[in-house]
């Protein structure tokens, strides 16, 4: 609800926006204008590096990582939910991340390629995507230092000591020379509450890498407020962030004659064939927006709250163009860690009785229940099927997320059977009539939203969209088949429950 609330509020914000524009554009500014950097205040937040000022060997090891994932066809497009449509993304896009971690966008979530971490078995399928994801962790590595670095050029942690300035800038040069975001490394002293902001908001755990070749793509949207040709990617900001984080953005476009040599610019100020980033101030018809060239090895940042006062656009090129776009991912509740504890809390309401082999629950206070019930339908639509509506894309990489949604799966069957335990305690007359109205208005809640959300999954699966993709991609209902298709079929029909209860 408060989703659909926020898309709604977007909305008429846009249409107001329109409204107030009418016949007109919205001015906005490049590079190539005298004013251009006149803006400086209103975009300050914004930090733009040239490829010559990255080191080569960074370069050639990241470009190698994103040649080498587009030959392995590691790249997708998603078909993502927005005002109850499917919609296929025109960028293609690939997670690579901490072992264990997703990201949520568009009502979809995707689920990290572990990049190489100590500790962590991970089997990829060849040793050339191995290199591809540790080259992006060294490139999350260099990102990181430059996020601290500019968030302590411009003053942005909220501390009014000047000496405890002083000694973040030390701290900062330290890290520089180093390599590494480690207190034990800092030969200076840093307070406790500023070295945690610092980590916060700059230790990127994972990367959300993009690849566009516009010349493939039939139909792309036009960009509404300043009329500036083809959008790769819309107006928004993005989402699912920690609070005040940087994201940090790598471009490599693979630019050729077309890119190099177009004159006709049809835009005035942009040169079509280029790739550009474009901001502006959200919602506000005043200040001119800024376009932004992207040329191979060029990368962004957008510090503290840029991504929250400020929306974003990428308007394609003529060029094929791959990104990373690194972000400090609130993974509060986008774990295996986290959703394995949950799965832990729910299932301690279910005992075996110490005389038999049979289960039962610990408790039917209505709290109990309600909470088991949600977090049954957490495992289920946020984590089961979000991974298999993706099909087998995962195994693409590698087949590390396998065992744990096997284990999620064996979590979700116990609290199928809890939900079939708690209807059968409704059932029994030992309860007075107050606790069996009780536990059935928290029933009935959950199950109604559950078997809305089952139908509603059930039908994206059958889509037209979902049936256009290839074989391995489609959409599976595992382990959600239906009887006729299962050994291992669903405990009950949610539909004649709900009516049961109702009755």
Not at 150 to 160: E, F, V
Not at 191 to 197: I, R
Not at 295 to 306: E, F
Not at 472 to 480: G, N, R, T, V, Y
Request: net charge negative; with cysteine; glycine share 4%.
């Amino acid at each position: 609800m408060k989703r659909r609330a926020g898309e709604r509020e977007k909305e008429l914000k846009k249409k107001k926006l329109l409204e107030e524009l009418g016949e007109g554009k919205l001015p906005y500014l490049t590079p190539a204008d005298a004013d251009f950097h006149h803006l400086k205040t209103r975009y300050s937040k914004l930090i733009f590096r040239k490829s010559d000022t990255v080191p080569e060997e960074l370069h050639q090891m990241v470009q190698e990582g994103f040649l080498t994932l587009r030959k392995h066809n590691c790249f997708f497009q998603d078909l993502v939910r927005i005002k109850g449509k499917d919609f296929f993304t025109p960028v293609s896009r690939i997670l690579i991340g901490k072992p264990g971690c997703t990201y949520k966008y568009l009502n979809t979530r995707l689920f990290t390629v572990p990049w190489p971490t100590e500790g962590c078995e991970i089997k990829y399928c060849s040793p050339q995507i191995h290199d591809a994801c540790k080259a992006l962790i060294k490139l999350n590595d260099y990102l990181h230092i430059e996020a601290v670095k500019a968030l302590q050029g411009q003053n942005l942690l909220d501390t009014k000591d000047t000496t405890v300035i002083d000694r973040e800038q030390n701290f900062a040069t330290s890290l520089i020379e180093k390599g590494s975001f480690s207190k034990d490394q800092s030969s200076c002293y840093v307070p406790e509450d500023d070295y945690t902001n610092l980590n916060n908001r700059t230790s990127y755990n994972l990367t959300l890498l993009n690849y566009m070749d516009p010349l493939q793509m039939p139909y792309l949207k036009q960009e509404p407020y300043f009329e500036m040709g083809n959008m790769a990617v819309s107006w928004h900001h993005d989402e699912n962030l920690v609070e005040r984080s940087t994201v940090a953005v790598y471009s490599y476009s693979c630019e050729g004659s077309s890119a190099e040599e177009a004159t006709d610019w049809n835009l005035k100020g942009r040169n079509p064939a280029v790739w550009h980033v474009r901001l502006k101030v959200a919602w506000d018809i005043e200040t001119p927006g800024l376009a932004i060239p992207l040329h191979q090895g060029d990368l962004y940042l957008m510090l503290d709250d840029l991504n929250m006062t400020h929306q974003h656009c990428v308007l394609a090129g003529f060029s094929p163009r791959l990104s990373s776009t690194h972000r400090v991912a609130d993974c509060s509740r986008g774990t295996l860690e986290y959703i394995f504890g949950q799965c832990e809390l729910a299932l301690q309401n279910l005992q075996t009785d110490s005389n038999s082999t049979a289960l039962s629950l610990k408790s039917l206070e209505t709290a109990v229940i309600k909470q088991m019930e949600e977090i049954h339908n957490e495992v289920e639509f946020e984590w089961l099927r979000q991974f298999w509506f993706q099909g087998k894309r995962y195994l693409k990489c590698t087949d590390w997320w396998l065992k744990p949604m096997a284990k999620l799966e064996e979590f979700w069957r116990k609290m199928e059977l809890m939900t079939s335990l708690v209807l059968q305690e409704v059932r029994k007359k030992e309860q007075t009539e107050e606790q069996r109205n009780e536990t059935i208005s928290c029933l009935l809640l959950v199950l109604t939203e559950r078997q809305r959300l089952r139908n509603e999954w059930a039908a994206r699966c059958q889509s037209e969209a979902a049936e256009s993709l290839l074989e391995e991609q489609k959409p599976e209902c595992h382990p959600f088949r239906t009887n006729e298709e299962s050994n291992m079929p669903l405990p009950f029909d949610l539909e004649e429950v709900i009516v049961h209860l109702q009755n």
